[in-house]
C-alpha cells in the first residue's frame, strides 16, 4: 500500500471502533527517542522518516507536526500523501492537542494507543478533551492488522559490563534507587524506560538500532527486584550474575498481568511522564507516588571510571574523524566522492578502533544544501555528489565499550564564499564560548545557552534547535535531564542544575535553507573549579577531539581571546592525537591542521 492506501485503511478502523480522531505518536512502550523498527508505526502510516514527530488523523483530514530540524525533510517526505505539514513554533501553527481538539465535537471519541504514550499525556488530554464534551479513549494496537509485513521484536542477545567499565555494581545502583524509594514512602518502583533499566542492571543489548539497549521492564521492590524481559537473549552467566544481585527475569510480556495482580497491595513510586498510561493504570486504584525514575539523574553524572573510560572512546573517535579530514583534504576534486560514499568511509575508520560496536546514530554527511537540513538522511535515490568547493558537514558518534560519542564538524571542500565564512566563524566563537565557559554553581542550560548562541543572535538569525544534550555513557547519544536551550519546553527538563560529571553537547549553529549549513559540536564535562566566598564555581572540560577546519575561518573576525581559545584547544587535539596518527604525512597534516592562528 502507498500512504494514501495505508491512511484510507487507518481510518476505515476509526469508523469501525467510532474514533473522530486519532493521535499516532512516534513512541514505544519505553518512552524512547530512537524505536525499534517494530514500533515506527507513524513513519509507516505517512512516510516520513524523521525521527520525531506526531502525525494526526481525523476522518477528513490529517496533519503532521514536526519541530524546525524536520521542516525541509517533512514538506518533501509528505508531498502527494494528503497529510498536511505542521511547523511547530510558527505563527499560525496550533499546538498538536489544539488541532485535535478542533478535529471533534460534543460526545466524540478522541484516541491514542495507551500503551505508546505516557499517563501524564493521557490524563492532560483527556481532561482537556472533557471540557469540550469529547472522550479520549485507548485504541489499542490497530497495526497488528494493518501493517502486514511489520518487523518482529527484536532480539538481539544481551551483554554485561563489569566494573572496569560501569565503577558502580548492580547492588550499589539498586540499593541508590531503594534510598530514594524510602524517602517516597514507596515499597515499589515501576521502570519502563530502557536506558534507565540498562544502566541500573548493567546491561547492554542491541534491540534499538545504535543504542545498546534491551527491551525490558524492571520492577524494584524493597527486597528484590524483577526484570521483564525475553529470556532468549539471557545467557546463564548473565541470569547468574543478575541473581547474585537479587534480580529474577521474567518473561517480557508477563509485565501488565504481574502489576494488576502480583504487586497490587504495593505502594508504587511511579514516573508518570515516562510509565506508559496502559502500565500505569494497574495503580490507578491505589496509594501511589508521582517521582521521576532516580535512575535518569544517576545516571547523568558519571563516575571517574566512566569519565576516564570516555576520555579514552573520544581519543579513538576523533583519530577516526580527523583520519576523515586528512582523506577529505587530500582527495577532494580528485576521488569520486558522495555523502554515502564519504559517510561508509567514516564507518570503516571507526570501525577500525579497538572497542568500536555501531555509529551512536545514523551518520548526518550533508553537502551544501542539504546541510541546511539538520536531520538530513542520504539515501540512494537521494544523495549529493561532493565537488573541491563550498561546505560538507558531517554528524556523527560512535558508541565503544568505553562509551558513546557525538561530534559534529564542517569541513571546506574547497573555496568558500565570505558570507560561508562569516556565519562558520560565528558558530565557532559561540562554540568556543560556551566551552570556556565559568560560572556559579546552581546555573542551568538555559543560563548559559546565550554564550552559545548569541553570535548567531548578534547577526538575526537563529537555529531552531537547542545547543547541547545530555550524552549517555554507552547508551543513547541523547540523555537527559541535562541541556542547553534558551527556552521553556514543557517536554523538556531545563531547570537541571549542571552538576560535576554531566556530559552535554555544544553545538551552535547556521541553517540557510537552498545555500549551506554548518554546525561545530563538541561534548563538554562540567567540573567543578575553586569554591569562595562567592560560591562554588563551575565549568567544562572538553573531551572531544578533532581539528575545527582552519580554512573556513574568518580570523579576523574574532577577538585576541577567542583566538587564544581556539589555539588552547587545538594544542591539546594535537597533543591527544598525534601519537594515533598511522604515518609522518598523518602527522605533518594534523600539526598544519592544529597551528595557532
Not at 543478575?242 to 508477563?254: F, M, N, R
Not at 562540567?526 to 569562595?532: A, D, P, Q, R, T
Amino acid at each position: 500500500m502507498n500512504v494514501c492506501q495505508r491512511i484510507a485503511a487507518f481510518r476505515a478502523c476509526m469508523e469501525k471502533e467510532g474514533f473522530s480522531v486519532v493521535i499516532v505518536p512516534t513512541a514505544d512502550s519505553h518512552a524512547s527517542e530512537y524505536l525499534a523498527e517494530y514500533f515506527k508505526t507513524r513513519q509507516w502510516l505517512c512516510g516520513f522518516t524523521g525521527s520525531a514527530g506526531t502525525l494526526v488523523v481525523g476522518r477528513d483530514e490529517a496533519a503532521l507536526f514536526v519541530d524546525g530540524r524536520y521542516f525541509i525533510q517533512a514538506e518533501k517526505q509528505l508531498e502527494g500523501s494528503g497529510v498536511t505539514l505542521m511547523k511547530m513554533g510558527m505563527a499560525g501553527v496550533p499546538e498538536v492537542e489544539d488541532y485535535v481538539l478542533s478535529l471533534v465535537g460534543k460526545d466524540e471519541k478522541i484516541g491514542v494507543d495507551f500503551g505508546c504514550v505516557s499517563a501524564m499525556y493521557v490524563s492532560k488530554l483527556m481532561a482537556r478533551a472533557g471540557k469540550k464534551g469529547a472522550v479520549l479513549h485507548d485504541t489499542g494496537d490497530w497495526f497488528a492488522d494493518l501493517w502486514q509485513d511489520r518487523p518482529a521484536m527484536p532480539d538481539a542477545k544481551v551483554f554485561m559490563l563489569g566494573m572496569e567499565q560501569t565503577g558502580r555494581s548492580v547492588e550499589d545502583k539498586l540499593a541508590a534507587i531503594r534510598e530514594v524509594m524510602k524517602k517516597e514512602g514507596a515499597t515499589l518502583h515501576v521502570n519502563n524506560v530502557l536506558d534507565d533499566i540498562a544502566w541500573t542492571l548493567n546491561v547492554r543489548g542491541g534491540d534499538v538500532l545504535n543504542t545498546p539497549v534491551v527491551m525490558s521492564y524492571l520492577v524494584v521492590s524493597l527486597h528484590d527486584a524483577v526484570w521483564y524481559v525475553d529470556e532468549k537473549k539471557i545467557s546463564d552467566e548473565i541470569r547468574a550474575a543478575l541473581a547474585a544481585a537479587g534480580v529474577k527475569i521474567a518473561p517480557y510480556e508477563s509485565i501488565v498481568d504481574a502489576l494488576y495482580h502480583e504487586y497490587k497491595n504495593e505502594r508504587a513510586m511511579l514516573d508518570g511522564d515516562k510509565l506508559t498510561a496502559k502500565l500505569f493504570a494497574a495503580f490507578l486504584m491505589s496509594d501511589y507516588v508521582l517521582h521521576e525514575n532516580p535512575a535518569m539523574r544517576m545516571k547523568a553524572i558519571k563516575n571517574e571510571v566512566e569519565l576516564a573510560n570516555l576520555r579514552n572512546a573520544h581519543i579513538k573517535d576523533g583519530a577516526a574523524v580527523t583520519r576523515l579530514m586528512y582523506w577529505l583534504k587530500k582527495n577532494a576534486g580528485k576521488v569520486e566522492m558522495t555523502e554515502l560514499s564519504v559517510s561508509e568511509y567514516l564507518y570503516q575508520l571507526r570501525a577500525r578502533q579497538a572497542g568500536f560496536i555501531s555509529p551512536s546514530f545514523n551518520t548526518i554527511c550533508a553537502y551544501r544544501a542539504n546541510a541546511a537540513m539538520m536531520h538530513y538522511s542520504a539515501t540512494e535515490e537521494s544523495h549529493a555528489v561532493i565537488e573541491p568547493r563550498d561546505l560538507l558537514l558531517i554528524d556523527s558518534g560512535g558508541q565503544y565499550m568505553e562509551g558513546t560519542t557525538d561530534i559534529t564538524r564542517t569541513f571546506a571542500m574547497g573555496d568558500v564564499s565570505d558570507e560561508q565564512k562569516k556565519h562558520f566563524t560565528a558558530v565557532l566563537v559561540g562554540m568556543l564560548s560556551l566551552q570556556n565557559a565559568k560560572f556559579l554553581h546552581g546555573c542551568t542550560g538555559i543560563t548559559l545557552d546565550i554564550l552559545a548562541r548569541g553570535p548567531m543572535w548578534d547577526m538575526g538569525i537563529d537555529y531552531r534547535c537547542g545547543t547541547g544534550h545530555g550524552v549517555g555513557y554507552l547508551l543513547g547519544v541523547h540523555e537527559g535531564p541535562n541541556s542547553f536551550r534558551w527556552y521553556k519546553s514543557p517536554t523538556r527538563m531545563e531547570n537541571t542544575v549542571l552538576e560535576a560529571g554531566m556530559v552535554t553537547t555544544d553545538e551552535p549553529g547556521v541553517y540557510i535553507e537552498g545555500s549551506h549549513g554548518i554546525r561545530t559540536e563538541n561534548e563538554l564535562v562540567c567540573v567543578k573549579l575553586e569554591e569562595n566566598e562567592y560560591g562554588q564555581f563551575m565549568g567544562f572540560e572538553t573531551i572531544t577531539y578533532c581539528p575545527i577546519d582552519l580554512d573556513a575561518v574568518a580570523p579576523e573576525l574574532m577577538t585576541a581571546r577567542q583566538k587564544t581559545w581556539l589555539n588552547d584547544y587545538h594544542a591539546m587535539v594535537r597533543e591527544k592525537l598525534m601519537a594515533h596518527m598511522e604515518n609522518d604525512d598523518e602527522r605533518a597534516w594534523l600539526a598544519h591542521a592544529t597551528r595557532a592562528i
